[in-house]
């Protein structure tokens, strides 16, 4: 835990690491080793000449060879703000039992790559601190930072592209330790897995607020989940380009909202020396739309397939979302290029059967088309053990999306040994290969039916797909994502 000391705060640094007060005079910086010393004595005691304030108990945690610190005696801090203190437990912080802890400048030690340099006893008395200080210097100045923006993991409001964010920005330290990694966003949010930067503001976080945190610390790369790289930011970004379905359907987009992704877009083309897209769709986009180099261009597909250990809400949810009997599941935001009313008419040719739509509103006339039908149940947003229930009983799942930039609910449900049935469009035949039967028209809601028909009925088919589908999935998971996607930021800031 870091805080920063007010006037009356302050506190010893971690990592055996010894600083000198800048007013301190020689005199002053050579005192005395306390008596005793040499025989262990007095060995729990803190100089009370450095000027620690108030009190700062350490952590009881403490290697065999390593004594009790104890605690610092009050004393008032001649420049405000001028300390910090880390706590952490005594086997990293490095004290034996003859060490002395001294306060050292607030900026020395700022983050984990640092502690690298690990000094396990150094006498402040001794040159050897001189050459800790200088040691830390270089080593900052070799290691590259790198800004995350991770406002999109913390929305309420979870598509592919929020998901995108929290997994992989919770892997990308572990993925490059030799980089130092600072990761920002509006508004906090448990489980993210990262020392997180809150900085609220209302509305344009990433165009306004973002630059402005940015601009306090020395950024050698910026990298952008979601493709918005700040007009104002200077210096080097990456972003990754999920789709470009704005392009492709316009129509589901507001004026509004089509040319702030459009100019958005353009920037980041014309900003980044290299650009991610998730899919060689995607990229193919790039390149037709916007007319970017295929070479400036790196594929990096989402994960999501990995065989991990799932949560279920209990059986009797079903009945409380009134679905009873066999049932076709869409999952999805609700807009028109997932294309609901196809699937709907297709499931309507079919007797018994109901389609289960589990995604956001976007499109509300759209919604209450589909709830006039009662052939269809609209769930709206649903928690990911209610998710992992409807995956569960699901007949089929149908993807019939008129365009996607990935296309993750094909991949889930692969992973979950369901048999798919989607359009063979955009990138969908590239996450779902041979393991899913296509559509080659999305609008044709009679094909849609027959294979629909196929994927409830043929018993070999189902057994085939259930899997191949889970071996197929298992190729997609976030740690290869995150690997990817960190090999490209190394590629950005050499």
């Not at 380009?241 to 353009?266: C, I, N």
């Amino acid at each position: 835990m870091r805080r920063r000391l007010e006037r009356r705060l302050g506190g010893a640094q971690p990592g055996g690491k010894v600083g000198r007060h800048p007013r301190r005079g020689p005199e002053q910086e050579q005192s005395k080793v306390p008596a005793g010393a040499e025989r262990g004595e007095g060995r729990d005691q803190v100089d009370a000449r450095h000027r620690l304030p108030d009190r700062a108990p350490l952590p009881s945690g403490r290697p065999d060879n390593a004594a009790a610190v104890g605690q610092a005696q009050v004393r008032r801090l001649e420049h405000a703000g001028e300390l910090m203190v880390n706590a952490r437990p005594h086997d990293e912080l490095g004290v034996d039992r003859r060490d002395e802890v001294v306060p050292a400048r607030v900026r020395e030690l700022r983050d984990p790559i640092e502690r690298r340099v690990h000094v396990k006893a150094v006498d402040s008395h001794t040159e050897d601190a001189g050459l800790v200080h200088r040691l830390i210097i270089i080593r900052r100045l070799l290691t590259k930072t790198v800004a995350v923006d991770l406002n999109p993991a913390t929305r309420e409001v979870v598509t592919g592209t929020e998901v995108f964010a929290r997994e992989v920005g919770s892997r990308l330290k572990a993925e490059a330790p030799e980089l130092r990694w600072r990761f920002f966003a509006s508004r906090a949010r448990a489980g993210l897995g990262v020392d997180l930067t809150v900085v609220p503001f209302p509305r344009l976080w990433s165009q306004v607020r973002l630059p402005v945190a940015l601009a306090r610390d020395h950024i050698d790369l910026l990298f952008v989940p979601a493709h918005a790289i700040p007009f104002a930011w200077p210096g080097k970004a990456l972003t990754v380009v999920h789709d470009l379905a704005f392009e492709r359907h316009p129509h589901a987009y507001s004026t509004t909202q089509r040319a702030y992704l459009q100019l958005t877009t353009r920037w980041a083309a014309l900003r980044c020396p290299l650009l991610i897209t998730v899919s060689e769709s995607t990229k193919s986009d790039l390149v037709a739309l916007y007319g970017v180099d295929a070479q400036r261009i790196r594929v990096v597909q989402l994960g999501g397939g990995e065989a991990l250990g799932r949560t279920l809400a209990p059986g009797s949810r079903l009945a409380e979302l009134g679905l009873e009997g066999a049932f076709v599941l869409q999952v999805g935001r609700i807009e028109a290029r997932k294309n609901q009313v196809a699937a709907l008419a297709a499931v309507e040719r079919l007797d018994g059967v109901t389609l289960v739509v589990a995604g956001s509103e976007r499109d509300g006339a759209l919604a209450a088309r589909l709830r006039a039908s009662p052939r269809c149940r609209v769930l709206g947003g649903v928690d990911q053990p209610t998710l992992e229930l409807l995956y569960k009983h699901a007949g089929a799942v149908v993807v019939p999306s008129l365009y996607e930039g990935f296309g993750l609910p094909v991949l889930e449900a692969m992973a979950r040994g369901k048999v798919v049935v989607a359009a063979a469009v955009s990138s969908l035949p590239e996450v779902g290969g041979d393991a899913v039967l296509y559509v080659d028209d999305p609008g044709d809601a009679e094909a849609l039916a027959k294979a629909l028909e196929t994927a409830l009925g043929d018993e070999e088919l189902r057994a085939r797909l259930g899997r191949t589908g889970p071996e197929r999935a298992a190729k997609f998971t976030w740690q290869r994502c995150a690997a990817g996607v960190a090999a490209v930021i190394r590629e950005v800031v050499a």
